[in-house]
């Protein structure tokens, strides 16, 4: 009897672990697809508003949703039960979310996302592949690595603004340059 | 206490918090200003680099604050690998590109040195401040919509000992070109917000950083006490790492 539970519980364990592996490896294998090239767009806010995950989870590795509205998204495997909870693409709760780290084969991504009224403001990579040489190749090429947003009006609560000065004078030279061009 | 005056063809505006503030002072600041303007105006006939341009003066007998204009130009050029530069296309000199931020850095000595530790001192959008503001706040400057030529501000900095320029295209067209390439069109960014050490620094790399298009950007990045923000054509703005520093109080 005890050799027939014993042999019960380790088929039960390996056939647990079996299945627990392959719904990672289901999920991690599409994370780790390096896709350098899907990167490749401005930091737009209107995409991140569509693809962005709440990282709520840690378990997860959500930041790393990260797609050009242009081109497919990148195809993500999460069990149903989860992807339900963490992913909410109507509205965000205010604050900043740092995503976990993941393994994007040739090194860390993590990013972290800033909401302010229900909207995803910001988002900035805090971690990103640089450690070998291809990498950092892939990364300058495909990685904008400074933060993007799109411009908002504010209120004009300011001491004073700064811009371009248009003065008459400006607009002289700007003719200046015009003429200087049509004459050849 | 604030005052305004129009010269160098642009509002000059001078804030003093007014504990600080007398009318000596600010007399004293508009009328470096206007020392400033009669030498270097392009558009005046009777100022010395009018006269230079037209070769009433040789190069070897310019003033003082000419000669450094020149020489601080030449440094500019070296500094930004040839992406600013005081000959127009047509062979004469225009320093307005400089002389502006450095006379903002002067007023601005001219103020320390009475000794007055808050104030905020503004030519045509290039701002240098120190201290606090009236409500004992750090200086909060808006970044101007470039898509408006109403006052929008689409962007809030919070400064102080610091200068910001801006340079750009929108409203009227261009007024900065491409020094290595004379057609450049220089489309694609339409504003560019360069915060520096002082006004001198932040308006000299902003002229020369948008000659360079694009690539300013990547410049500005790996030039260490610079910050940019930069706008493209599209409405999407791009900053260096460190600019988050400046929008918070």
Request: a positive charge; one cysteine or more; charged letters at 20%.
């Amino acid at each position: 009897m005890k050799k027939i539970i014993l042999s019960f519980s380790l088929i039960f364990t390996f056939t647990a672990y079996t299945l627990y592996v392959r719904i990672l490896g289901a999920n991690t294998s599409v994370v780790l697809t390096p896709e350098p090239n899907k990167l490749k767009a401005p930091l737009n806010l209107t995409q991140y508003n569509k693809t962005i995950v709440k990282p709520k989870s840690t378990s997860f590795p959500s930041s790393k949703l990260i797609s050009n509205s242009n081109s497919t998204p990148i195809p993500i495997t999460m069990p149903n039960t989860i992807s339900s909870s963490v992913i909410n693409t109507d509205k965000y709760k205010n604050g900043s979310y740092t995503g976990s780290i993941v393994d994007a084969y040739y090194g860390n991504v993590q990013v972290l996302a800033v909401v302010s009224n229900g909207k995803i403001t910001d988002v900035q990579f805090l971690n990103y592949p640089k450690s070998r040489q291809t990498s950092v190749n892939i990364n300058t090429r495909a990685m904008p690595y400074l933060i993007s947003e799109a411009i908002t009006i504010q209120d004009s609560n300011v001491d004073t603004v700064s811009g371009a000065s248009f003065t008459s004078a400006a607009f002289r030279k700007s003719l200046e340059m015009a003429l200087f061009q049509a004459r050849i | 206490m604030k005052q305004t005056q129009i010269i160098m063809g642009t509002p000059v505006i001078i804030e003093i918090i007014n504990k600080e503030a007398k009318q000596k002072f600010f007399d004293e600041v508009f009328n470096y200003f206007k020392y400033v303007d009669e030498k270097f105006s392009t558009y005046k006939e009777n100022s010395e680099i009018t006269a230079i341009n037209n070769k009433k003066i040789k190069e070897e007998n310019m003033s003082k604050d000419m000669q450094l204009i020149f020489k601080l130009s030449e440094e500019t050029k070296k500094l930004t690998n040839g992406y600013f530069d005081i000959i127009t296309p047509k062979g004469k000199y225009d320093p307005s590109g400089i002389v502006k931020g450095w006379s903002i850095f002067n007023a601005s000595k001219i103020l320390k040195n009475y000794g007055i530790k808050n104030f905020c001192i503004e030519a045509g959008g290039d701002i240098e401040t120190f201290g606090k503001n009236e409500k004992k706040e750090i200086w909060c400057i808006g970044i101007q919509n470039p898509f408006s030529e109403k006052r929008e501000v689409i962007k809030k900095v919070y400064l102080s000992g610091k200068g910001i320029a801006t340079s750009g295209s929108y409203v009227r067209g261009r007024h900065i070109y491409n020094p290595k390439d004379k057609y450049d069109n220089l489309e694609d960014i339409v504003s560019l917000t360069i915060i520096g050490p002082n006004i001198f620094e932040a308006d000299r790399y902003a002229t020369a950083i948008y000659a360079m298009g694009q690539k300013g950007i990547s410049f500005i990045e790996k030039l260490d006490g610079f910050e940019g923000y930069f706008i493209d054509k599209n409405g999407i703005a791009t900053m260096t790492k460190g600019f988050n520093n400046y929008i918070k109080k």
